[in-house]
């Protein structure tokens, strides 16, 4: 999914600026600053009201600009935990494992698809924020809550297409910690408050529980529960406690992780608005360094050619970006004619030359899928059939996670050229192999188109979006200083 600007260099080709009509820096003082009074301004004053009332026009007329923005889209699948900005106003820790895909719109409406995983939200009041589940929708104004589809455990036979999602969400848990929200779904809905949790399962209607035990309790149950415990004694048995205390660690540190995104969201408005004194020196390159390693694509920093303070920025943290192509998940191959229409291709035969790359990508990614996925036991019948985001969801399971993460470190010091890519692929433990390949799928693509329509227009074509059409990610681990 993407997000097309304007060229800024086009737009101030096509932009005259009209000359002001009388009176306009009186009527702009006036409204800012109230009716004037009647001693003439001074002549002298003349060019500095004229300075405000152009800066004051600039500065609406910026604003108008951006509110009038379109939609603005995009998706994450979580590998680890990552903490990314919805817009102005709203930000998700999402576990690994989660996937989900969003759509917010220039008034901040924002609609989030989640179809997997726990994630963990903040947000602001203002305009409809939607969670959308398998299971259920969870509506909110401003709160800070968390969606969790829980999963049974995948067996590595009987696994056909794209059903293999499906059967894995069984249940839908709301849990609210700020605020209030609506759980809804075809069968009923459910208003969940400050310290409730609710849970769907089994195309029911939704329900509140108590979340310190097994059995679901309506309120009354759980307020009597409550009114029963002596002062000074824990409401409910030690292990209800114990549990209460995990749910409250958890939340604070998805907090945590959502206040340092905040953080960085600040600086770069700050950075965007030009507030340091000397963007060359060695404060500001490093603020902006640290901005851009975790900007994903659309922002103030160019996500396909950082620079190498950026680079250098993401090597210390163990951070990969990856634009990655939509179509090599799905169960069939690309329909011909579909990318070279987001790529805005109109020539037929560079359309065919594309299509014939697409081709070619699809069937080795997925070749690929499917040799790891048999290596790790998987089924014949399967590896034939699913999808290849099915396969990767069996395929991550089984990964060491904190090997994968040392090897995302090392491909990140080697794109900011700190150390050689290994010579000798064969010898790539398995973790690695799949790093790659994930690391490497955007250039792979290039590589093809290259071959099909020239080097130079592959990666004129990437560029034209920042990044291929499809889904921009930003992976990392914990950041230290190379060795």
């Known amino acids: 999914m993407t997000d097309e600007r304007p060229d800024p260099a086009e737009i101030e080709a096509a932009w005259t600026t009209p000359e002001p009509s009388p009176g306009l820096a009186d009527r702009v003082l006036a409204t800012h600053f109230g009716e004037p009074q009647p001693v003439e301004p001074s002549p002298r004053l003349r060019p500095w009201m004229w300075a405000v009332a152009a800066v004051v026009v600039a500065v609406l007329g910026v604003g108008l600009m951006l509110r009038g923005g379109g939609t603005v889209e995009d998706e994450l699948r979580a590998r680890q935990i990552e903490t990314i900005a919805l817009g102005d106003r709203a930000t998700a820790v999402a576990q690994p494992g989660a996937h989900l895909a969003w759509s917010v719109q220039s008034d901040g409406t924002t609609r989030i698809d989640q179809s997997s995983g726990r994630v963990f939200y ?38 056909r297409g794209g059903a293999l999602g499906a059967a894995l969400a069984s249940a839908l848990v709301v849990a609210v910690y700020e605020g209030g929200v609506v759980l809804a779904n075809e069968h009923g809905s459910v208003d969940v408050g400050p310290g409730q949790a609710a849970r769907v399962a089994d195309a ?37 406690h114990i549990k209460r205390q995990e749910r409250d660690l958890d939340r604070i540190r998805e907090e945590k992780d959502a206040q340092a995104a905040r953080i960085r969201e600040l600086e770069e408005q700050v950075l965007a608005l030009g507030g340091s004194v000397d963007p060359k020196s060695p404060e500001a390159k490093k603020a902006r360094a640290k901005m851009c390693a975790s900007q994903s694509r659309g922002g103030a920093c160019p996500f396909l050619e950082p620079d190498q303070e950026t680079l250098l920025e993401m090597a210390r943290c163990g951070t990969i970006k990856i634009d990655s192509l939509g179509f090599l998940d799905n169960v069939e191959a690309p329909v011909p004619g579909e990318y070279s229409d987001r790529l805005g291709i109109s020539d037929p035969a560079e359309s065919k030359k594309l299509d014939a790359a697409i081709a070619q990508q699809y069937e080795d990614y997925n070749g690929k899928l499917r040799e790891i996925y048999l290596e790790l036991g998987g089924d014949e019948e399967t590896a034939e059939y699913a999808s290849g985001s099915t396969l990767q969801s069996f395929i991550f399971d089984q990964l060491d996670r904190e090997t994968f993460g040392d090897i995302q470190r090392a491909i990140a010091e080697e794109r900011a050229g700190l150390r050689e890519p290994p010579q000798d ?7 690695e192999r ?50």
């Open 122 to 159: 903040r947000v602001d009041h203002g305009e409809r924020f939607d969670v959308v589940t398998p299971q259920g929708t969870v509506t909110v104004t401003g709160t800070c809550f968390s969606v969790d589809l829980e999963r049974s455990k995948m067996k590595s036979t009987n696994i």
């Open 434 to 483: 799949v790093a790659r390949m994930m690391a490497e799928d955007g250039n792979d693509f290039e590589r093809l188109v290259g071959e099909q329509l020239g080097p130079e227009r592959a990666r004129e074509l990437r560029r034209k979006h920042d990044g291929w059409p499809g889904s921009t990610s930003v992976h990392s681990s914990d950041c230290r200083d190379p060795q």
């Open 425 to 431: 692929p064969t010898s790539m433990a398995l973790e």
């Open 204 to 240: 029911r209607a939704p329900v509140r529980f108590d979340p310190d035990g097994d059995e679901y309790r309506d309120d009354e149950a759980a307020t009597k529960k409550n009114e029963t415990s002596k002062p000074g004694q824990l409401a409910g048995d030690p292990m209800a």
